[in-house]
């Protein structure tokens, strides 16, 4: 009798939470900080390798103790995590200096790994690579700079190649012009719905004069909501000044547009239109 008698204790003690579907265990995992999550290969054979599969990935400093950790942890996530899993989520929060091989490499690894939504805030002496701004299965992207991007480091260059882009979140961000001040980065981005851009500036090339009036064109057929939030900070902040610029607005299916202190606050159902206003208008 003994023998059945601890047989049935150790089918009692019987690990069941292994023996949960992948999906749901990730499901679980998902919830947890990724630091947590990483430590669960340790459990058993059944979980070594089953972390690297998670489709969301979200790196926040603020979670670790020391920021030299965080930089060890994301440089050791980017070796170890390999495979051919897609990657659908990347959501990187790190305030002060960023070591920028390290999100390189991690920015390298979401762009062949069929990357969906980008979530980013760096801060204000980091330049974005250009691979951002070109990746083919991207739906969603949002991008701030703490603090304010004073020497225009962060930026948007003149072309976005976002065939699948559908929501985009400036604050704070560098939007580079051409030779003229002129700026028309979103009228590729074909299946783009909702734009945010929160206090971002023009950035210039040296050989245009202070003293011009940059454009920054929002020229887009399937937008439908827009919000253009201008609160730059007074020149006792930034040390310099913050050029000023005219929007130009040409969006045939837009349906909600906000802005700050302006007449033009929120409209609906305005079909189609055509605004200009200058942005030291929204002061």
């Given at each position: 009798?003994?023998?059945i008698?601890?047989?049935r204790?150790l089918?009692?003690?019987?690990?069941?939470?292994?023996?949960?579907?992948?999906?749901?265990?990730?499901?679980?995992?998902?919830?947890?900080?990724?630091?947590?999550?990483?430590?669960?290969?340790i459990?058993?054979?059944?979980?070594?390798?089953?972390?690297?599969?998670?489709?969301?990935?979200?790196?926040?400093?603020?979670?670790?103790?020391?920021?030299?950790?965080?930089?060890?942890?994301v440089s050791?996530?980017?070796?170890?995590?390999?495979?051919?899993?897609?990657?659908?989520?990347l959501?990187f929060?790190?305030?002060?200096?960023?070591?920028?091989?390290?999100?390189?490499?991690?920015?390298?690894?979401?762009?062949?790994?069929?990357?969906?939504?980008?979530?980013?805030?760096?801060p204000?002496n980091?330049?974005?690579?250009?691979?951002?701004?070109?990746?083919?299965?991207l739906?969603s992207?949002?991008?701030?700079?703490?603090?304010?991007d004073?020497?225009?480091?962060?930026?948007?260059?003149?072309?976005?190649?976002?065939p699948?882009?559908?929501?985009?979140?400036?604050?704070?961000?560098?939007?580079s012009?051409?030779e003229?001040?002129?700026?028309?980065?979103?009228?590729?981005?074909?299946?783009?719905?909702?734009?945010?851009i929160?206090?971002?500036?023009?950035?210039y090339p040296?050989s245009?004069?202070?003293q011009e009036?940059?454009?920054?064109?929002?020229?887009?057929?399937?937008?439908?909501?827009?919000?253009?939030?201008?609160?730059?900070?007074?020149?006792?902040?930034?040390?310099?000044?913050?050029?000023?610029?005219?929007?130009v607005i040409c969006?045939?299916?837009?349906?909600?547009?906000?802005?700050?202190?302006?007449?033009?606050r929120?409209?609906?159902?305005?079909?189609?239109?055509?605004?200009?206003?200058?942005?030291?208008?929204?002061?």
């Amino acid at each position: 009798m003994a023998p059945i008698r601890r047989s049935r204790r150790l089918e009692g003690k019987r690990d069941r939470l292994s023996d949960l579907s992948d999906e749901i265990l990730l499901h679980i995992m998902s919830f947890m900080m990724i630091k947590d999550v990483v430590k669960t290969c340790i459990l058993s054979k059944r979980w070594q390798n089953l972390w690297k599969s998670l489709p969301d990935l979200i790196l926040h400093v603020s979670n670790f103790s020391n920021p030299l950790f965080f930089y060890e942890f994301v440089s050791g996530l980017v070796r170890c995590r390999g495979g051919i899993q897609p990657l659908r989520t990347l959501d990187f929060d790190r305030y002060g200096y960023v070591q920028p091989q390290i999100l390189n490499d991690l920015f390298q690894y979401a762009l062949l790994h069929d990357l969906q939504h980008l979530k980013i805030n760096v801060p204000y002496n980091f330049g974005l690579p250009n691979s951002i701004f070109s990746f083919q299965s991207l739906t969603s992207l949002h991008i701030s700079v703490s603090p304010y991007d004073i020497k225009k480091k962060t930026r948007v260059p003149l072309h976005l190649d976002l065939p699948e882009l559908v929501n985009l979140h400036l604050e704070k961000v560098g939007i580079s012009t051409d030779e003229n001040g002129h700026a028309k980065p979103f009228s590729t981005c074909n299946k783009l719905k909702i734009l945010s851009i929160e206090d971002c500036v023009l950035v210039y090339p040296s050989s245009l004069s202070p003293q011009e009036l940059g454009v920054l064109d929002i020229t887009n057929a399937t937008l439908t909501d827009l919000t253009i939030i201008d609160d730059t900070p007074p020149t006792y902040i930034t040390a310099v000044p913050i050029p000023r610029y005219k929007y130009v607005i040409c969006t045939p299916k837009l349906s909600s547009f906000t802005m700050n202190s302006s007449p033009f606050r929120t409209l609906h159902g305005q079909g189609g239109m055509t605004v200009e206003l200058h942005s030291s208008s929204l002061m």
